[in-house]
């Protein structure tokens, strides 16, 4: 019904900036939150930052003042830039998008394939 595609990931040195992005496409009749999450090896998954239909943004406390998360609500697509980037930033990055279909107006939620990210010298 909905389709996440993901680009932007990638091998970077420390200190360097990458920016992600996750198109949605499909039976959508509009879309609420959109978010990034990441997992690194042998760790959970956690939220990066998140953004509302209205604008609002939340950050993981390790990313403030690094990260910042935007969309193109014509688009359906949201970007992550990230900056400064650490080693510690080294994950596979998600994109996590709530989505209201056409086929049935309900709210689903839906996950991108995963873009890795590495941060590296």
């Known amino acids: 019904q909905v389709q996440l595609v993901e680009s932007g990931g990638g091998l970077v040195q420390p200190g360097g900036s990458l920016r992600l992005s996750c198109a949605a496409s499909?039976?959508?009749?509009?879309?609420?939150?959109m978010g990034w999450y990441r997992q690194a090896p042998g760790k959970q998954r956690e939220l990066v930052a998140e953004?509302?239909?209205?604008?609002?943004?939340n950050y993981a406390d390790s990313v403030k003042g690094r990260f910042t998360i935007s969309r193109d609500n014509a688009k359906n697509t949201v970007y992550l830039q990230m900056n400064s980037l650490k080693p510690e930033d080294t994950a596979d990055y998600y994109c996590?998008?709530?989505?209201?279909?056409?086929?049935?107006?309900?709210?689903?939620?839906?996950w991108g394939q995963g873009t890795q990210v590495t941060v590296s010298s």
């Open positions: 953004i509302t239909s209205g604008g609002s943004t």
């Open positions: 499909g039976s959508i009749f509009s879309i609420n939150d």
């Open positions: 996590n998008v709530i989505v209201v279909v056409t086929t049935n107006l309900l709210t689903t939620d839906y």
